[in-house]
C-alpha cells in the first residue's frame, strides 16, 4: 500500500486560508477603523498599483533597502575573510564590534541625518550598519567552522593561498553567508522604512506615517503587505542563488545543513 504524499503547498495554503479569515473576523469584531478588512485592503492596493503610487513609493524604500545591504554586507564579509589568518586581530576587531552591534541602531538615525541630511543618504546608511554586523557576524562563523585538518591536507599538496580560499574556505563559508543574508533581508527593509518613518516624503515609511497621522489603516496596511512580499520576494532569490552555489553538495548535506546538523 502506497504511503501518502505529503504536500507542504497544501498545508501553507489552508494556514493562508485561515489567517484570511482570522483577519476578516477580527476586523468584522472590531471594526475597521482599527482593523482594515481584507478586501478593503486588496482593493486600495489594487488602486494604488493601477495609479502608480504604490510602484513611486515603493522603489525609493526598495533603493535604500538594496544600497544599505550592499554597503553593508560586502564589507561584512570581507573583513570576517580577511581575518581568517589573523587570530589576534579577530580577537580586536570582536571586541569593537561586539560594541558596535550593541548600540540600538536606530539611535544613530538622528545622527545620519546630521552628517547626510534628510535624503536617502542616512536611511541608506542605517540600513548598512545594521546588516554589516549580522553579515560578519555569519560570515566569521563559516571562517570558524572551516576544517582545519583539510586545510593542513591541502597545503601538504602544495596548494597556494588562493587555491585554499577558493576551493577550501569559500565553499565551507557559503552556506552560512547565505543563511546571515536571509536574515539581513527582512532588516534591511526594516531599517529603511524606520528611516522614512521619521524624515522622509516617499517611501513605503511615509506611506506607514501618512497612514497612522490621517487614521486610514487600510493605508498602512497596505503597507504592511507590500513590505511582506517584498521581503518573500527578495527572500526567494537568494534562496534561488544559495541553491545555485551549493548545487555541487549532496542533497543530504544540503538538508542537514538546512536543520542545522
Given at each position: 500500500m502506497r504511503a501518502p504524499v505529503?504536500?507542504?503547498?497544501?498545508?501553507r495554503l489552508v494556514l493562508g486560508v485561515a489567517l484570511l479569515a482570522a483577519w476578516e473576523a477580527?476586523?468584522?469584531?472590531?471594526?475597521?477603523?482599527?482593523?482594515?478588512?481584507?478586501?478593503?485592503?486588496?482593493?486600495r492596493l489594487g488602486a494604488m498599483v493601477a495609479n502608480g503610487d504604490l510602484w513611486f513609493h515603493g522603489r525609493f524604500t526598495l533603493g535604500e533597502a538594496l544600497g544599505g545591504f550592499l554597503l553593508g554586507a560586502v564589507p561584512g564579509c570581507a573583513l570576517a575573510m580577511a581575518l581568517r589568518?589573523?587570530?589576534?586581530?579577530?580577537?580586536?576587531?570582536l571586541a569593537v564590534a561586539g560594541i558596535g552591534y550593541a548600540i540600538p541602531k536606530t539611535a544613530m538615525v538622528p545622527l545620519f541625518i546630521l552628517w547626510l541630511g534628510v535624503?536617502?543618504?542616512?536611511?541608506?546608511?542605517?540600513?548598512?550598519?545594521a546588516i554589516f554586523f549580522i553579515v560578519f557576524y555569519s560570515t566569521l562563523d563559516g571562517v570558524r567552522a572551516v576544517d582545519v585538518?583539510?586545510?593542513?591536507?591541502?597545503?601538504?599538496?602544495?596548494a597556494s593561498e588562493w587555491q585554499l580560499l577558493r576551493h577550501v574556505v569559500w565553499p565551507a563559508v557559503v552556506p552560512y553567508?547565505?543563511?546571515?543574508?536571509?536574515v539581513a533581508v527582512p532588516y534591511a527593509i526594516a531599517g529603511a522604512i524606520v528611516g522614512e518613518i521619521i524624515s522622509s516624503n516617499r517611501g513605503i515609511g511615509y506611506l506607514v506615517q501618512y497612514g497612522a497621522s490621517d487614521f486610514d489603516t487600510t493605508l498602512v496596511f497596505v503597507a504592511l503587505v507590500t513590505v511582506m512580499a517584498i521581503v518573500l520576494g527578495l527572500g526567494a532569490v537568494l534562496s534561488m542563488l544559495n541553491r545555485h552555489w551549493l548545487r555541487w553538495q549532496a542533497p543530504q548535506a544540503?538538508?542537514?545543513?538546512?536543520?542545522?546538523v
Amino acid at each position: 500500500m502506497r504511503a501518502p504524499v505529503h504536500r507542504p503547498w497544501i498545508d501553507r495554503l489552508v494556514l493562508g486560508v485561515a489567517l484570511l479569515a482570522a483577519w476578516e473576523a477580527t476586523s468584522r469584531l472590531l471594526g475597521a477603523y482599527w482593523i482594515s478588512s481584507p478586501m478593503l485592503v486588496v482593493s486600495r492596493l489594487g488602486a494604488m498599483v493601477a495609479n502608480g503610487d504604490l510602484w513611486f513609493h515603493g522603489r525609493f524604500t526598495l533603493g535604500e533597502a538594496l544600497g544599505g545591504f550592499l554597503l553593508g554586507a560586502v564589507p561584512g564579509c570581507a573583513l570576517a575573510m580577511a581575518l581568517r589568518r589573523h587570530p589576534w586581530a579577530r580577537e580586536a576587531v570582536l571586541a569593537v564590534a561586539g560594541i558596535g552591534y550593541a548600540i540600538p541602531k536606530t539611535a544613530m538615525v538622528p545622527l545620519f541625518i546630521l552628517w547626510l541630511g534628510v535624503g536617502p543618504g542616512a536611511k541608506v546608511a542605517l540600513v548598512a550598519t545594521a546588516i554589516f554586523f549580522i553579515v560578519f557576524y555569519s560570515t566569521l562563523d563559516g571562517v570558524r567552522a572551516v576544517d582545519v585538518r583539510l586545510l593542513g591536507t591541502v597545503r601538504v599538496l602544495g596548494a597556494s593561498e588562493w587555491q585554499l580560499l577558493r576551493h577550501v574556505v569559500w565553499p565551507a563559508v557559503v552556506p552560512y553567508l547565505f543563511g546571515g543574508l536571509r536574515v539581513a533581508v527582512p532588516y534591511a527593509i526594516a531599517g529603511a522604512i524606520v528611516g522614512e518613518i521619521i524624515s522622509s516624503n516617499r517611501g513605503i515609511g511615509y506611506l506607514v506615517q501618512y497612514g497612522a497621522s490621517d487614521f486610514d489603516t487600510t493605508l498602512v496596511f497596505v503597507a504592511l503587505v507590500t513590505v511582506m512580499a517584498i521581503v518573500l520576494g527578495l527572500g526567494a532569490v537568494l534562496s534561488m542563488l544559495n541553491r545555485h552555489w551549493l548545487r555541487w553538495q549532496a542533497p543530504q548535506a544540503q538538508a542537514a545543513r538546512a536543520v542545522g546538523v
